[in-house]
C-alpha cells in the first residue's frame, strides 16, 4: 500500500512542480521516447537474467505492490510450530517428530499454521533439519554450521531479484540519454526548419533524458530498495528457526527454546514475551 501511496506522490510532486511553474504537460507526452527507454530497459533485463530469475523477480515486484510482508503474527506463527514441535520432541522423544516431518503436508501441527506450510523454503529449512535430529549424529555445533550454510546460501539466491532491479534502475539514465541523442539527430536533420519546430524536437529530447532519470532514482530503485529490505526482513525467519532448533538439540526445554527464536526477531515484529507466552499457553 505505501509503495503505492509512493508512487503516487513521486508523480504528484514532479508533474504538479512542472505545472506550477508553466510548464505544458504535453510537451511530456513523448512515447517515442518512453517506448526507447521502457522497451530498452526490457531488452537488458531479458539480455541479463535467466528465465528462472524472472519469474522471481515479478513474484517480488507483485508483492511489493501488494504490500504483502512479514507481520508479527507471522513470527507467532513460526513460534507456535516450533514450540508444538519441541514439545512433541520432549514427550516422545525426536522419533516422534518423524511424521511431521516427513509428511508435513498431512502434519496435525503444520496443517494449522498455513502461513508458515505454504512457505516452501522456509517449510524444507524447518523439517530438513529437524530431520537431522531424528537421524542423529549431528552436534548442536555441526547443526549451527549446517545452517548457517543453508542460510548464507538462501540469502543470496533471494538477494539477486533486488540487485538486478538495481542495475538496471542504474542503466536508465544512460538509456535516457541514448533516446535524447536519437532526439538531437532527428533535430539536427531539420536544422533549417522554423525556430519553433526545431524548439519542439529539442524539447522532446530533452524528455528522453527526464524520463530516464525519473524512472530511475523515483521508481525503480526504490522499488529493488524495498524488495532488498523485506528480503533481509525474510531471512530474521532462518536465523528465528537455527536458534530455536539449536537451543532444543543442546537440552532445553521449548519454552527456552523458543525464547531463544524470539530474540533474533527484528524489533518491529518481536512479541514480547508475555505475548508469545500468552500465544504459547493456548497451544499445550
Known amino acids: 500500500m505505501f509503495v ?9 510532486a514532479v508533474l504538479g512542480g512542472f505545472a506550477i511553474e508553466g510548464g505544458p504537460f504535453l510537451v511530456l507526452m513523448q512515447y517515442a521516447e518512453f517506448l526507447i527507454i521502457v522497451g530498452a530497459s526490457i531488452g537488458a533485463l531479458l539480455i541479463s537474467t535467466p528465465g528462472k530469475l524472472l519469474s522471481k523477480i515479478l513474484k517480488r515486484l507483485i508483492a511489493a505492490l501488494t504490500g504483502k510482508k512479514v507481520t508479527k503474527e507471522t513470527y507467532l506463527s513460526l513460534l507456535k510450530v516450533m514450540y508444538e514441535l519441541f514439545q512433541v520432541g520432549q514427550k516422545d522423544g525426536v522419533i516422534g517428530l518423524e511424521q511431521h516431518v516427513e509428511n508435513p503436508e498431512k502434519s496435525s501441527i503444520f496443517s494449522k499454521y498455513p502461513a508458515i506450510a505454504k512457505n516452501e523454503h522456509l517449510l524444507h529449512f524447518l523439517t530438513d533439519t529437524i530431520r537431522l535430529l531424528v537421524v542423529g549424529g549431528a552436534e548442536p555445533f555441526d547443526l549451527e554450521g549446517l545452517m548457517d ?9 533471494t538477494s539477486k531479484p533486488a540487485q538486478i ?7 536508465m539514465p544512460g538509456l535516457g540519454i541514448v533516446a535524447a541523442v536519437l532526439g538531437i539527430v532527428i533535430t539536427m536533420q531539420a536544422i533549417d526548419g522554423p525556430p519553433q519546430e526545431i524548439g519542439h524536437k529539442v524539447a522532446a529530447a530533452l524528455v528522453g533524458t527526464f524520463l530516464g532519470v525519473l524512472l530511475s532514482y523515483g521508481f525503480v530503485q526504490p522499488l529493488a530498495t524495498n524488495i532488498e529490505i523485506t528480503t533481509e526482513e525474510e531471512s530474521r525467519m532462518f536465523e528465528a528457526i537455527k536458534a530455536g532448533i539449536v537451543a532444543f538439540a543442546k537440552g532445553m526445554q521449548p519454552l527456552i527454546a523458543v525464547e531463544f527464536a524470539r530474540r533474533t526477531i527484528f524489533q518491529d515484529y518481536r512479541p514480547s514475551f508475555k505475548e508469545m507466552e500468552e500465544v504459547l499457553k493456548g497451544t499445550k
Request: charged content about 20%; proline content about 0%; cysteine-free.
Open 4 to 12: 503505492i501511496i509512493g508512487i503516487v506522490i513521486v508523480l504528484v
Open 149 to 157: 550454510a543453508d542460510i548464507e546460501t538462501h540469502h543470496q539466491e
Open 165 to 171: 532491479l538495481q542495475k538496471i534502475g542504474d542503466s
